[in-house]
């Protein structure tokens, strides 16, 4: 053997580079991960707000042999619960046969809200012959990729007695969609010379509803009474009714295939439904695992995670403190073994802008799902750093699994940041590290995975979990 063919063996055996699961993969293997992707696609269809993915997520759990808890309950060994949490999260759990105070939980925590345009609660009114509704933008969004596209109105209105409404208007086909107007090229020069960040304002972003005028002289804006008579007739409402409502524009998108080849997904809500659909398929999926395993799907993370249904809410270490006492175990031992996987996406690679990402440390399409050891901005800042060891560990589960995996950071250290649950977690002294999707076009009203990287994400977390 050549000095030059040994120094390359030994160059292959000692370096690390990353791995295109689609030329690792079998046929068989392929085939599973196409299959799979159908599965997510119809979940995404069904979940576009965090009360839907909640709805959609408790019926999975149903049809699984999960049962309804609720704080205060008796637990067992063996039981399989779910609490639907205000009906914008959700807490999956199994209490398994393990010791936890030894072994600890094992937590997959995902988020189930995303960028969108909320109304506001005083919304409608009528101008230049047209009705709208006034917007306040959720989480980070380039607000000019909202303009001109068709959108759905998707919520609930709570009546003053206490009846919830439920709507949704624009995803069947003979529904009516919504819109926000933008100004055409021939007098946006001004428009055009601004930057992307404020060419169009976040008081811009009126949804279009309509244009017919009710049927009387007297009325002074005829517009805004066809709507709110469409709606009365509709749904039972009033204008004051929207002061206790929660109603959304999303894009009214269902989730294609992309490509020649079908390889890759895109969507609306990509981040972050695309780790919770494999967190709580993983979950629903294992039969023999010994471990107690809570997967939590949590809201407004896209907003800094507060309130009642964020993940600083107590409600998970609640449920944790209960399963410690229904077993006769320390709940501050149980948390200080436990360990999660914080499953959140991360960004990909896009060679079109290359320029922010520092490509050695990006997670690549197609290389399987990625761990993030800290995200942040700058300096670390705001992150959850996760610890060698744990890394490490990590590492033996998904090497002693065949699972595919990547690490990557968000970009360049000083082209921006961003931020997971984990940090929320990980004050709860549990160990702690992201593992997700990597996603172009992130943040925006169709986003696109591979889905090769959402099959590696679930075959991660059932390793995880195993």
Not at 84 to 112: M, P, Q, W
Not at 243 to 258: G, W
Not at 346 to 370: H, W
Request: glycine share 8%; net charge negative.
């Amino acid at each position: 053997m050549s000095e030059t063919t040994v120094g390359k063996e030994i160059f292959e055996n000692l370096s690390y580079s990353k791995k295109n699961i689609y030329e690792e993969a079998s046929p068989e293997k392929i085939k599973a991960i196409f299959d799979y992707s159908e599965g997510y696609k119809s979940y995404l269809d069904k979940a576009k707000t965090e009360r839907e993915a909640a709805r959609v997520t408790v019926e999975m759990a149903k049809d699984a042999g999960f049962t309804e808890y609720k704080l205060g309950d008796k637990l067992k060994i063996g039981d399989k619960k779910y609490l639907n949490h205000r009906g914008k999260s959700v807490i999956l759990f199994t209490v398994g046969t393990e010791d936890i105070e030894k072994e600890g939980i094992r937590i997959l925590a995902a988020h189930i809200d995303s960028p969108r345009l909320d109304l506001k609660q005083v919304p409608m009114y009528e101008d230049g012959g047209m009705g709208f509704l006034k917007t306040h933008y959720y989480g980070g969004i380039k607000k000019y990729q909202w303009t001109a596209i068709p959108l759905a109105l998707h919520g609930v209105i709570v009546k003053c007695g206490g009846e919830v409404i439920d709507v949704n208007i624009g995803e069947d086909d003979s529904d009516p969609v919504f819109y926000i107007n933008d100004l055409l090229p021939h007098l946006g020069q001004k428009q055009s010379a601004e930057p992307l960040g404020s060419a169009i304002k976040g008081e811009t972003l009126n949804i279009l509803i309509g244009g017919l005028p009710y049927d009387d002289k007297d009325v002074s804006e005829k517009i805004k009474l066809t709507a709110l008579s469409i709606l009365n007739e509709k749904y039972g409402v009033s204008e004051e009714d929207f002061l206790s409502a929660e109603l959304s524009l999303v894009p009214a998108f269902s989730a294609r295939d992309i490509g020649f080849d079908r390889a890759l997904v895109a969507a609306y809500g990509h981040d972050d439904r695309v780790c919770a659909y494999p967190a709580i398929t993983a979950l629903l999926d294992s039969k023999e695992t010994k471990h107690t395993v809570m997967v939590i799907l949590a809201d407004k993370e896209e907003i800094g995670s507060e309130g009642v249904t964020g993940m600083q809410s107590r409600i998970f270490t609640d449920i944790i403190e209960e399963i410690s006492e229904a077993l006769g175990k320390n709940a501050r031992v149980v948390r200080n073994s436990s360990k999660c996987l914080s499953a959140d996406v991360t960004a990909c690679f896009d060679p079109n802008f290359a320029d922010v990402y520092e490509k050695k440390n990006s997670a690549m399409i197609s290389c399987g799902t990625t761990m993030s050891k800290y995200t942040g901005a700058r300096g670390k800042s705001s992150t959850n750093d996760a610890s060698a060891e744990y890394v490490a560990y990590i590492r033996k589960i998904f090497a002693d699994n065949g699972v595919i995996w990547q690490t990557a950071e968000l970009g360049k250290v000083d082209a921006g940041g961003g931020g997971t649950v984990a940090k929320y977690i990980a004050n709860h002294n549990i160990e702690t590290v992201d593992l997700g999707v990597p996603v172009i076009s992130m943040h925006a009203p169709y986003e696109v995975v591979s889905k090769a990287d959402v099959y590696s994400t679930y075959e991660a977390f059932v390793a995880f979990i195993k």
